[in-house]
Nanobody, 128 residues
């Protein structure tokens, strides 16, 4: 059983930065692709980014390309989401997930992706 714990959310002004972390316990991240998702109130969940097993490929939703960077450290069982130039529309609860139901590829964010294992989420609020 994989247990995921996100951290790093908070309140930030537009244009600011945050770095989210997600640490796995129970079963290592190694051998699994990982995704970051977000859900704003009244909105559908969307795939923000994903990263392949060894971090050789990442994929991003168009809305965050050029601003967000996903990375992983398998030795620490942790994945990261560096979020720069934050906008109010980035406000949401962010979740990391593994056991992705779709392959992490360039089209991943556009395929309404899902996953088997989810963290509890961390809130990101971007003020104007």
């Amino acid at each position: 059983q994989v247990q995921l714990v996100e951290s790093g959310g908070g309140l930030v002004q537009a244009g600011g930065s945050l770095r989210l972390s997600c640490t796995a316990s129970g079963t290592p991240f190694g051998g699994r692709a990982v995704g970051w998702f977000r859900q704003a109130p009244g909105m559908e969940r969307e795939g923000v980014s994903c990263i392949t097993v060894y971090g050789t490929r990442t994929s991003y939703a168009d809305s965050v390309k050029g601003r967000f960077t996903m990375s992983r450290d398998n030795a620490k069982n942790t994945v990261y989401l560096q979020m720069n130039s934050l906008k109010p529309e980035d406000t949401a609860t962010y979740y990391c997930a593994t056991g992705l139901l779709e392959v992490c590829s360039d089209s991943w964010p556009n395929r309404r992706p899902g996953a088997n294992y989810w963290g509890q989420g961390t809130q990101v609020t971007v003020s104007t």
